[in-house]
């Protein structure tokens, strides 16, 4: 399992368009990617699950990768929230 | 004729026929199924019939509101899609065998809830968005169509409320303005409303019987007049050609630079009274604010307001104008206005009173408030304090000591503050004789022209009898001005107009040559003055 944390930037935290975005970008991989607020979590290709975690500016999320191919996919979702949130 | 009230989300006039616009209800029933399977597929073809729409009216919207305002529904497609969502229809029915209208209410539903208990704003209003994607799904399924024909003759639309997917839909060309029951500042009817340029308002008591009738939106006093009056429909009318005229120049001139044919640029700013203002301040493209009266925030209220609160107040209005200046002036209040917990004595003279900078400094702890809430607000924006009424250097050395002693103390409280600049009004004969003085103690000047008109030429506006004495344009105040003007160069610090003098287009040529820097005006009056500073050498 890999796992890194991340403080949110945006504004508006995981709002409607990245946490759709996310869920798309997190569906391409077989991997379980799983965010974590505080004692929260969500499956990231679920986003009603990720909006349902209500994560504002500010929070420090942990986002950790469980499956097959966890090292690459987990750069390409660090980086994804780098580059959206 | 009827006349309500609403909340303005954006100003102008419509006149027009009312259309009430009715959602077509979806009746839910909660009945038995025999066939799981086969009903799992009629959601899942209502379902991708509804991705197809949500699709289309992405597409459409793009074009009409852009891509940001768009996305609302490439978000609802996007949320049909979702597993938890889909899991919980399908369970529904095969575990009860209901039918798929009934499992997708309840799913929605649920969800809806679960998102209406939140802490944060934003996330609360999904619910809403939860509410739009099942309406729409259970519509597919029952076969609705929603009845978005608005006839031949353009309409002002009245309704409860209206979701996305109903405003895109509609023919824009036949929309005059939107009046709706429920709604916010922020939904999505009041983004279009702005968008399309066209006047709504929100939290009018609508009715039904008003359908067909003739109807006048007053954006700029949030009000909806139901069958005028013909004496009241004639000034409508007799408003809007108006109105129609300073939008032709809002065109023409927003954007564009206030600079003068010899190419100097001038600050061209507004002076608001409340927040509610800013609306009108963005429409107008106002550089900044020249003047923000703070007053408001003690005449709504029955106690002194709080720090906090003031805070909040501040912070809101700096934040919205995103990096452009407002200047925030410190509390003008006189036995003049209603203000009991203030318990001031009654006075002969008011004006020549104990009032504004006075209280200030005779009762620093509501000074302090004040200027704590400030320093407080200057670091989420870009925010400059202005003190009224000066008459003496010494008013000001007293003034930099106590505001020195607040940035100390939140510095020490680890608190952040902006770069703030600190300036005076220059409303009275004494700080205009002085001028040359107080230019070395201060940020800069913004000129006061109304009472220093008024304590100049010894006249009482109120008083009509005096109007063949008055003169806007009396030689003394210009001279007055010029000086001003002058003194605050030789020190090096900015001079500008928060008077009503600011904005008399017959003046601008000569406070140019003057050498004023920036002229703040209601924000009405901004791009009229843009023209004439064009206009000018």
């Given amino acids: 399992m890999k796992t890194f944390e991340y403080t949110i930037t945006d504004p508006v935290g995981i709002h409607a368009r990245p946490a759709g975005e996310l869920a798309k970008e997190a569906k391409k991989y077989e991997d379980t990617i799983t965010v974590t607020k505080g004692d929260k979590s969500a499956e990231a290709k679920r986003l009603m699950s990720l909006l349902g975690l209500c994560v504002v500016k500010g929070d420090t999320v942990t986002v950790s990768v469980e499956g097959a191919n966890e090292a690459s996919t987990v750069v390409a979702i660090e980086k994804f929230f780098k580059e959206n949130l | ?537």
């Fill in chain 2, 1 to 537: 004729m009827e006349t309500k009230i609403g909340k303005k989300i954006f100003s102008g006039i419509a006149i027009g026929k009312i259309q009430f616009y009715k959602k077509s209800e979806n009746v839910i029933a909660r009945t038995k199924i025999s066939d799981v399977d086969e009903e799992i597929n009629r959601y899942e073809d209502a379902k991708k019939t509804a991705i197809e729409q949500l699709n289309d009216l992405y597409e459409k919207a793009v074009v009409e509101v852009g891509e940001a305002n768009a996305d609302i529904f490439s978000v609802h497609a996007m949320m049909l899609e979702d597993d938890d969502y889909n899991e919980s229809v399908h369970n529904i029915i095969s575990t009860q065998q209901v039918n798929a209208e009934y499992a997708a209410a309840k799913t929605g539903d649920n969800f809806a809830e679960i998102f209406s208990n939140m802490n944060d704003d934003y996330f609360k209003a999904r619910a809403i968005d939860i509410k739009d994607i099942t309406n729409r799904v259970i519509s597919i399924l029952c076969g609705n169509t929603q009845d978005n024909e608005i006839g031949d003759d353009p309409v002002i639309l009245v309704a409860d409320d209206l979701t996305p997917s109903e405003t895109v839909q509609m023919d824009k060309s036949k929309l005059l303005a939107f009046v709706t029951k429920y709604g916010s500042a922020n939904s999505h009817t009041a983004i279009l409303a702005r968008t399309m340029g066209i006047p709504a308002l929100i939290g009018v008591d609508i009715d039904e019987e008003w359908n067909g009738k003739i109807g006048v939106v007053d954006g700029y006093e949030g009000q909806f007049v139901v069958d005028p009056d013909i004496t009241v429909l004639e000034q409508f009318f007799k408003r809007k050609a108006a109105d129609d005229e300073q939008k032709k120049l809002l065109q023409n001139l927003k954007g564009k630079e206030n600079i003068t044919k010899s190419g100097r640029k001038i600050n061209l700013f507004a002076n608001i009274g409340n927040p509610g203002d800013l609306v009108s301040v963005m429409e107008n493209d106002a550089g900044g604010i020249g003047l923000f009266r703070s007053e408001f925030l003690y005449l709504e209220s029955d106690h002194y307001p709080t720090e906090e609160e003031q805070f909040q107040a501040y912070k809101k209005v700096v934040e919205t104008m995103g990096g452009r200046k407002v200047i925030i002036r410190t509390l003008d209040i006189g036995a003049d206005k209603q203000v009991d917990y203030f318990k001031l004595d009654k006075e002969e003279n008011p004006a020549l009173g104990y009032r504004a900078i006075r209280i200030c400094l005779t009762r620093p702890e509501i000074f302090k408030t004040q200027l704590r809430a400030l320093f407080r607000a200057s670091a989420y924006g870009n925010l400059a304090i202005m003190y009224p009424m000066i008459i003496s250097v010494d008013e000001v050395v007293k003034i930099k000591e106590i505001s020195k002693q607040v940035k100390d103390e939140l510095t020490k409280e680890g608190i952040k503050i902006g770069n703030v600049e600190e300036g005076i009004m220059i409303e009275t004969p004494a700080a205009a004789l002085m001028s040359d003085e107080l230019a070395k103690h201060v940020d800069f000047f913004s000129i006061g022209t109304n009472d220093l008109t008024q304590y100049t030429l010894a006249i009482d506006r109120q008083n009509a009898k005096l109007d063949c004495f008055y003169d806007a344009h009396h030689p003394a105040l210009l001279r007055a001005i010029k000086m001003i003007i002058e003194n605050a160069h030789k020190a090096g610090i900015w001079a500008g107009i928060c008077g009503e003098l600011g904005a008399d287009t017959s003046l601008t040529q000569s406070f140019i040559d003057m050498g004023i820097d920036e002229l703040s005006v209601s924000p009405g009056c901004i791009l009229t003055v843009r023209k004439a500073i064009r206009e000018a050498e």
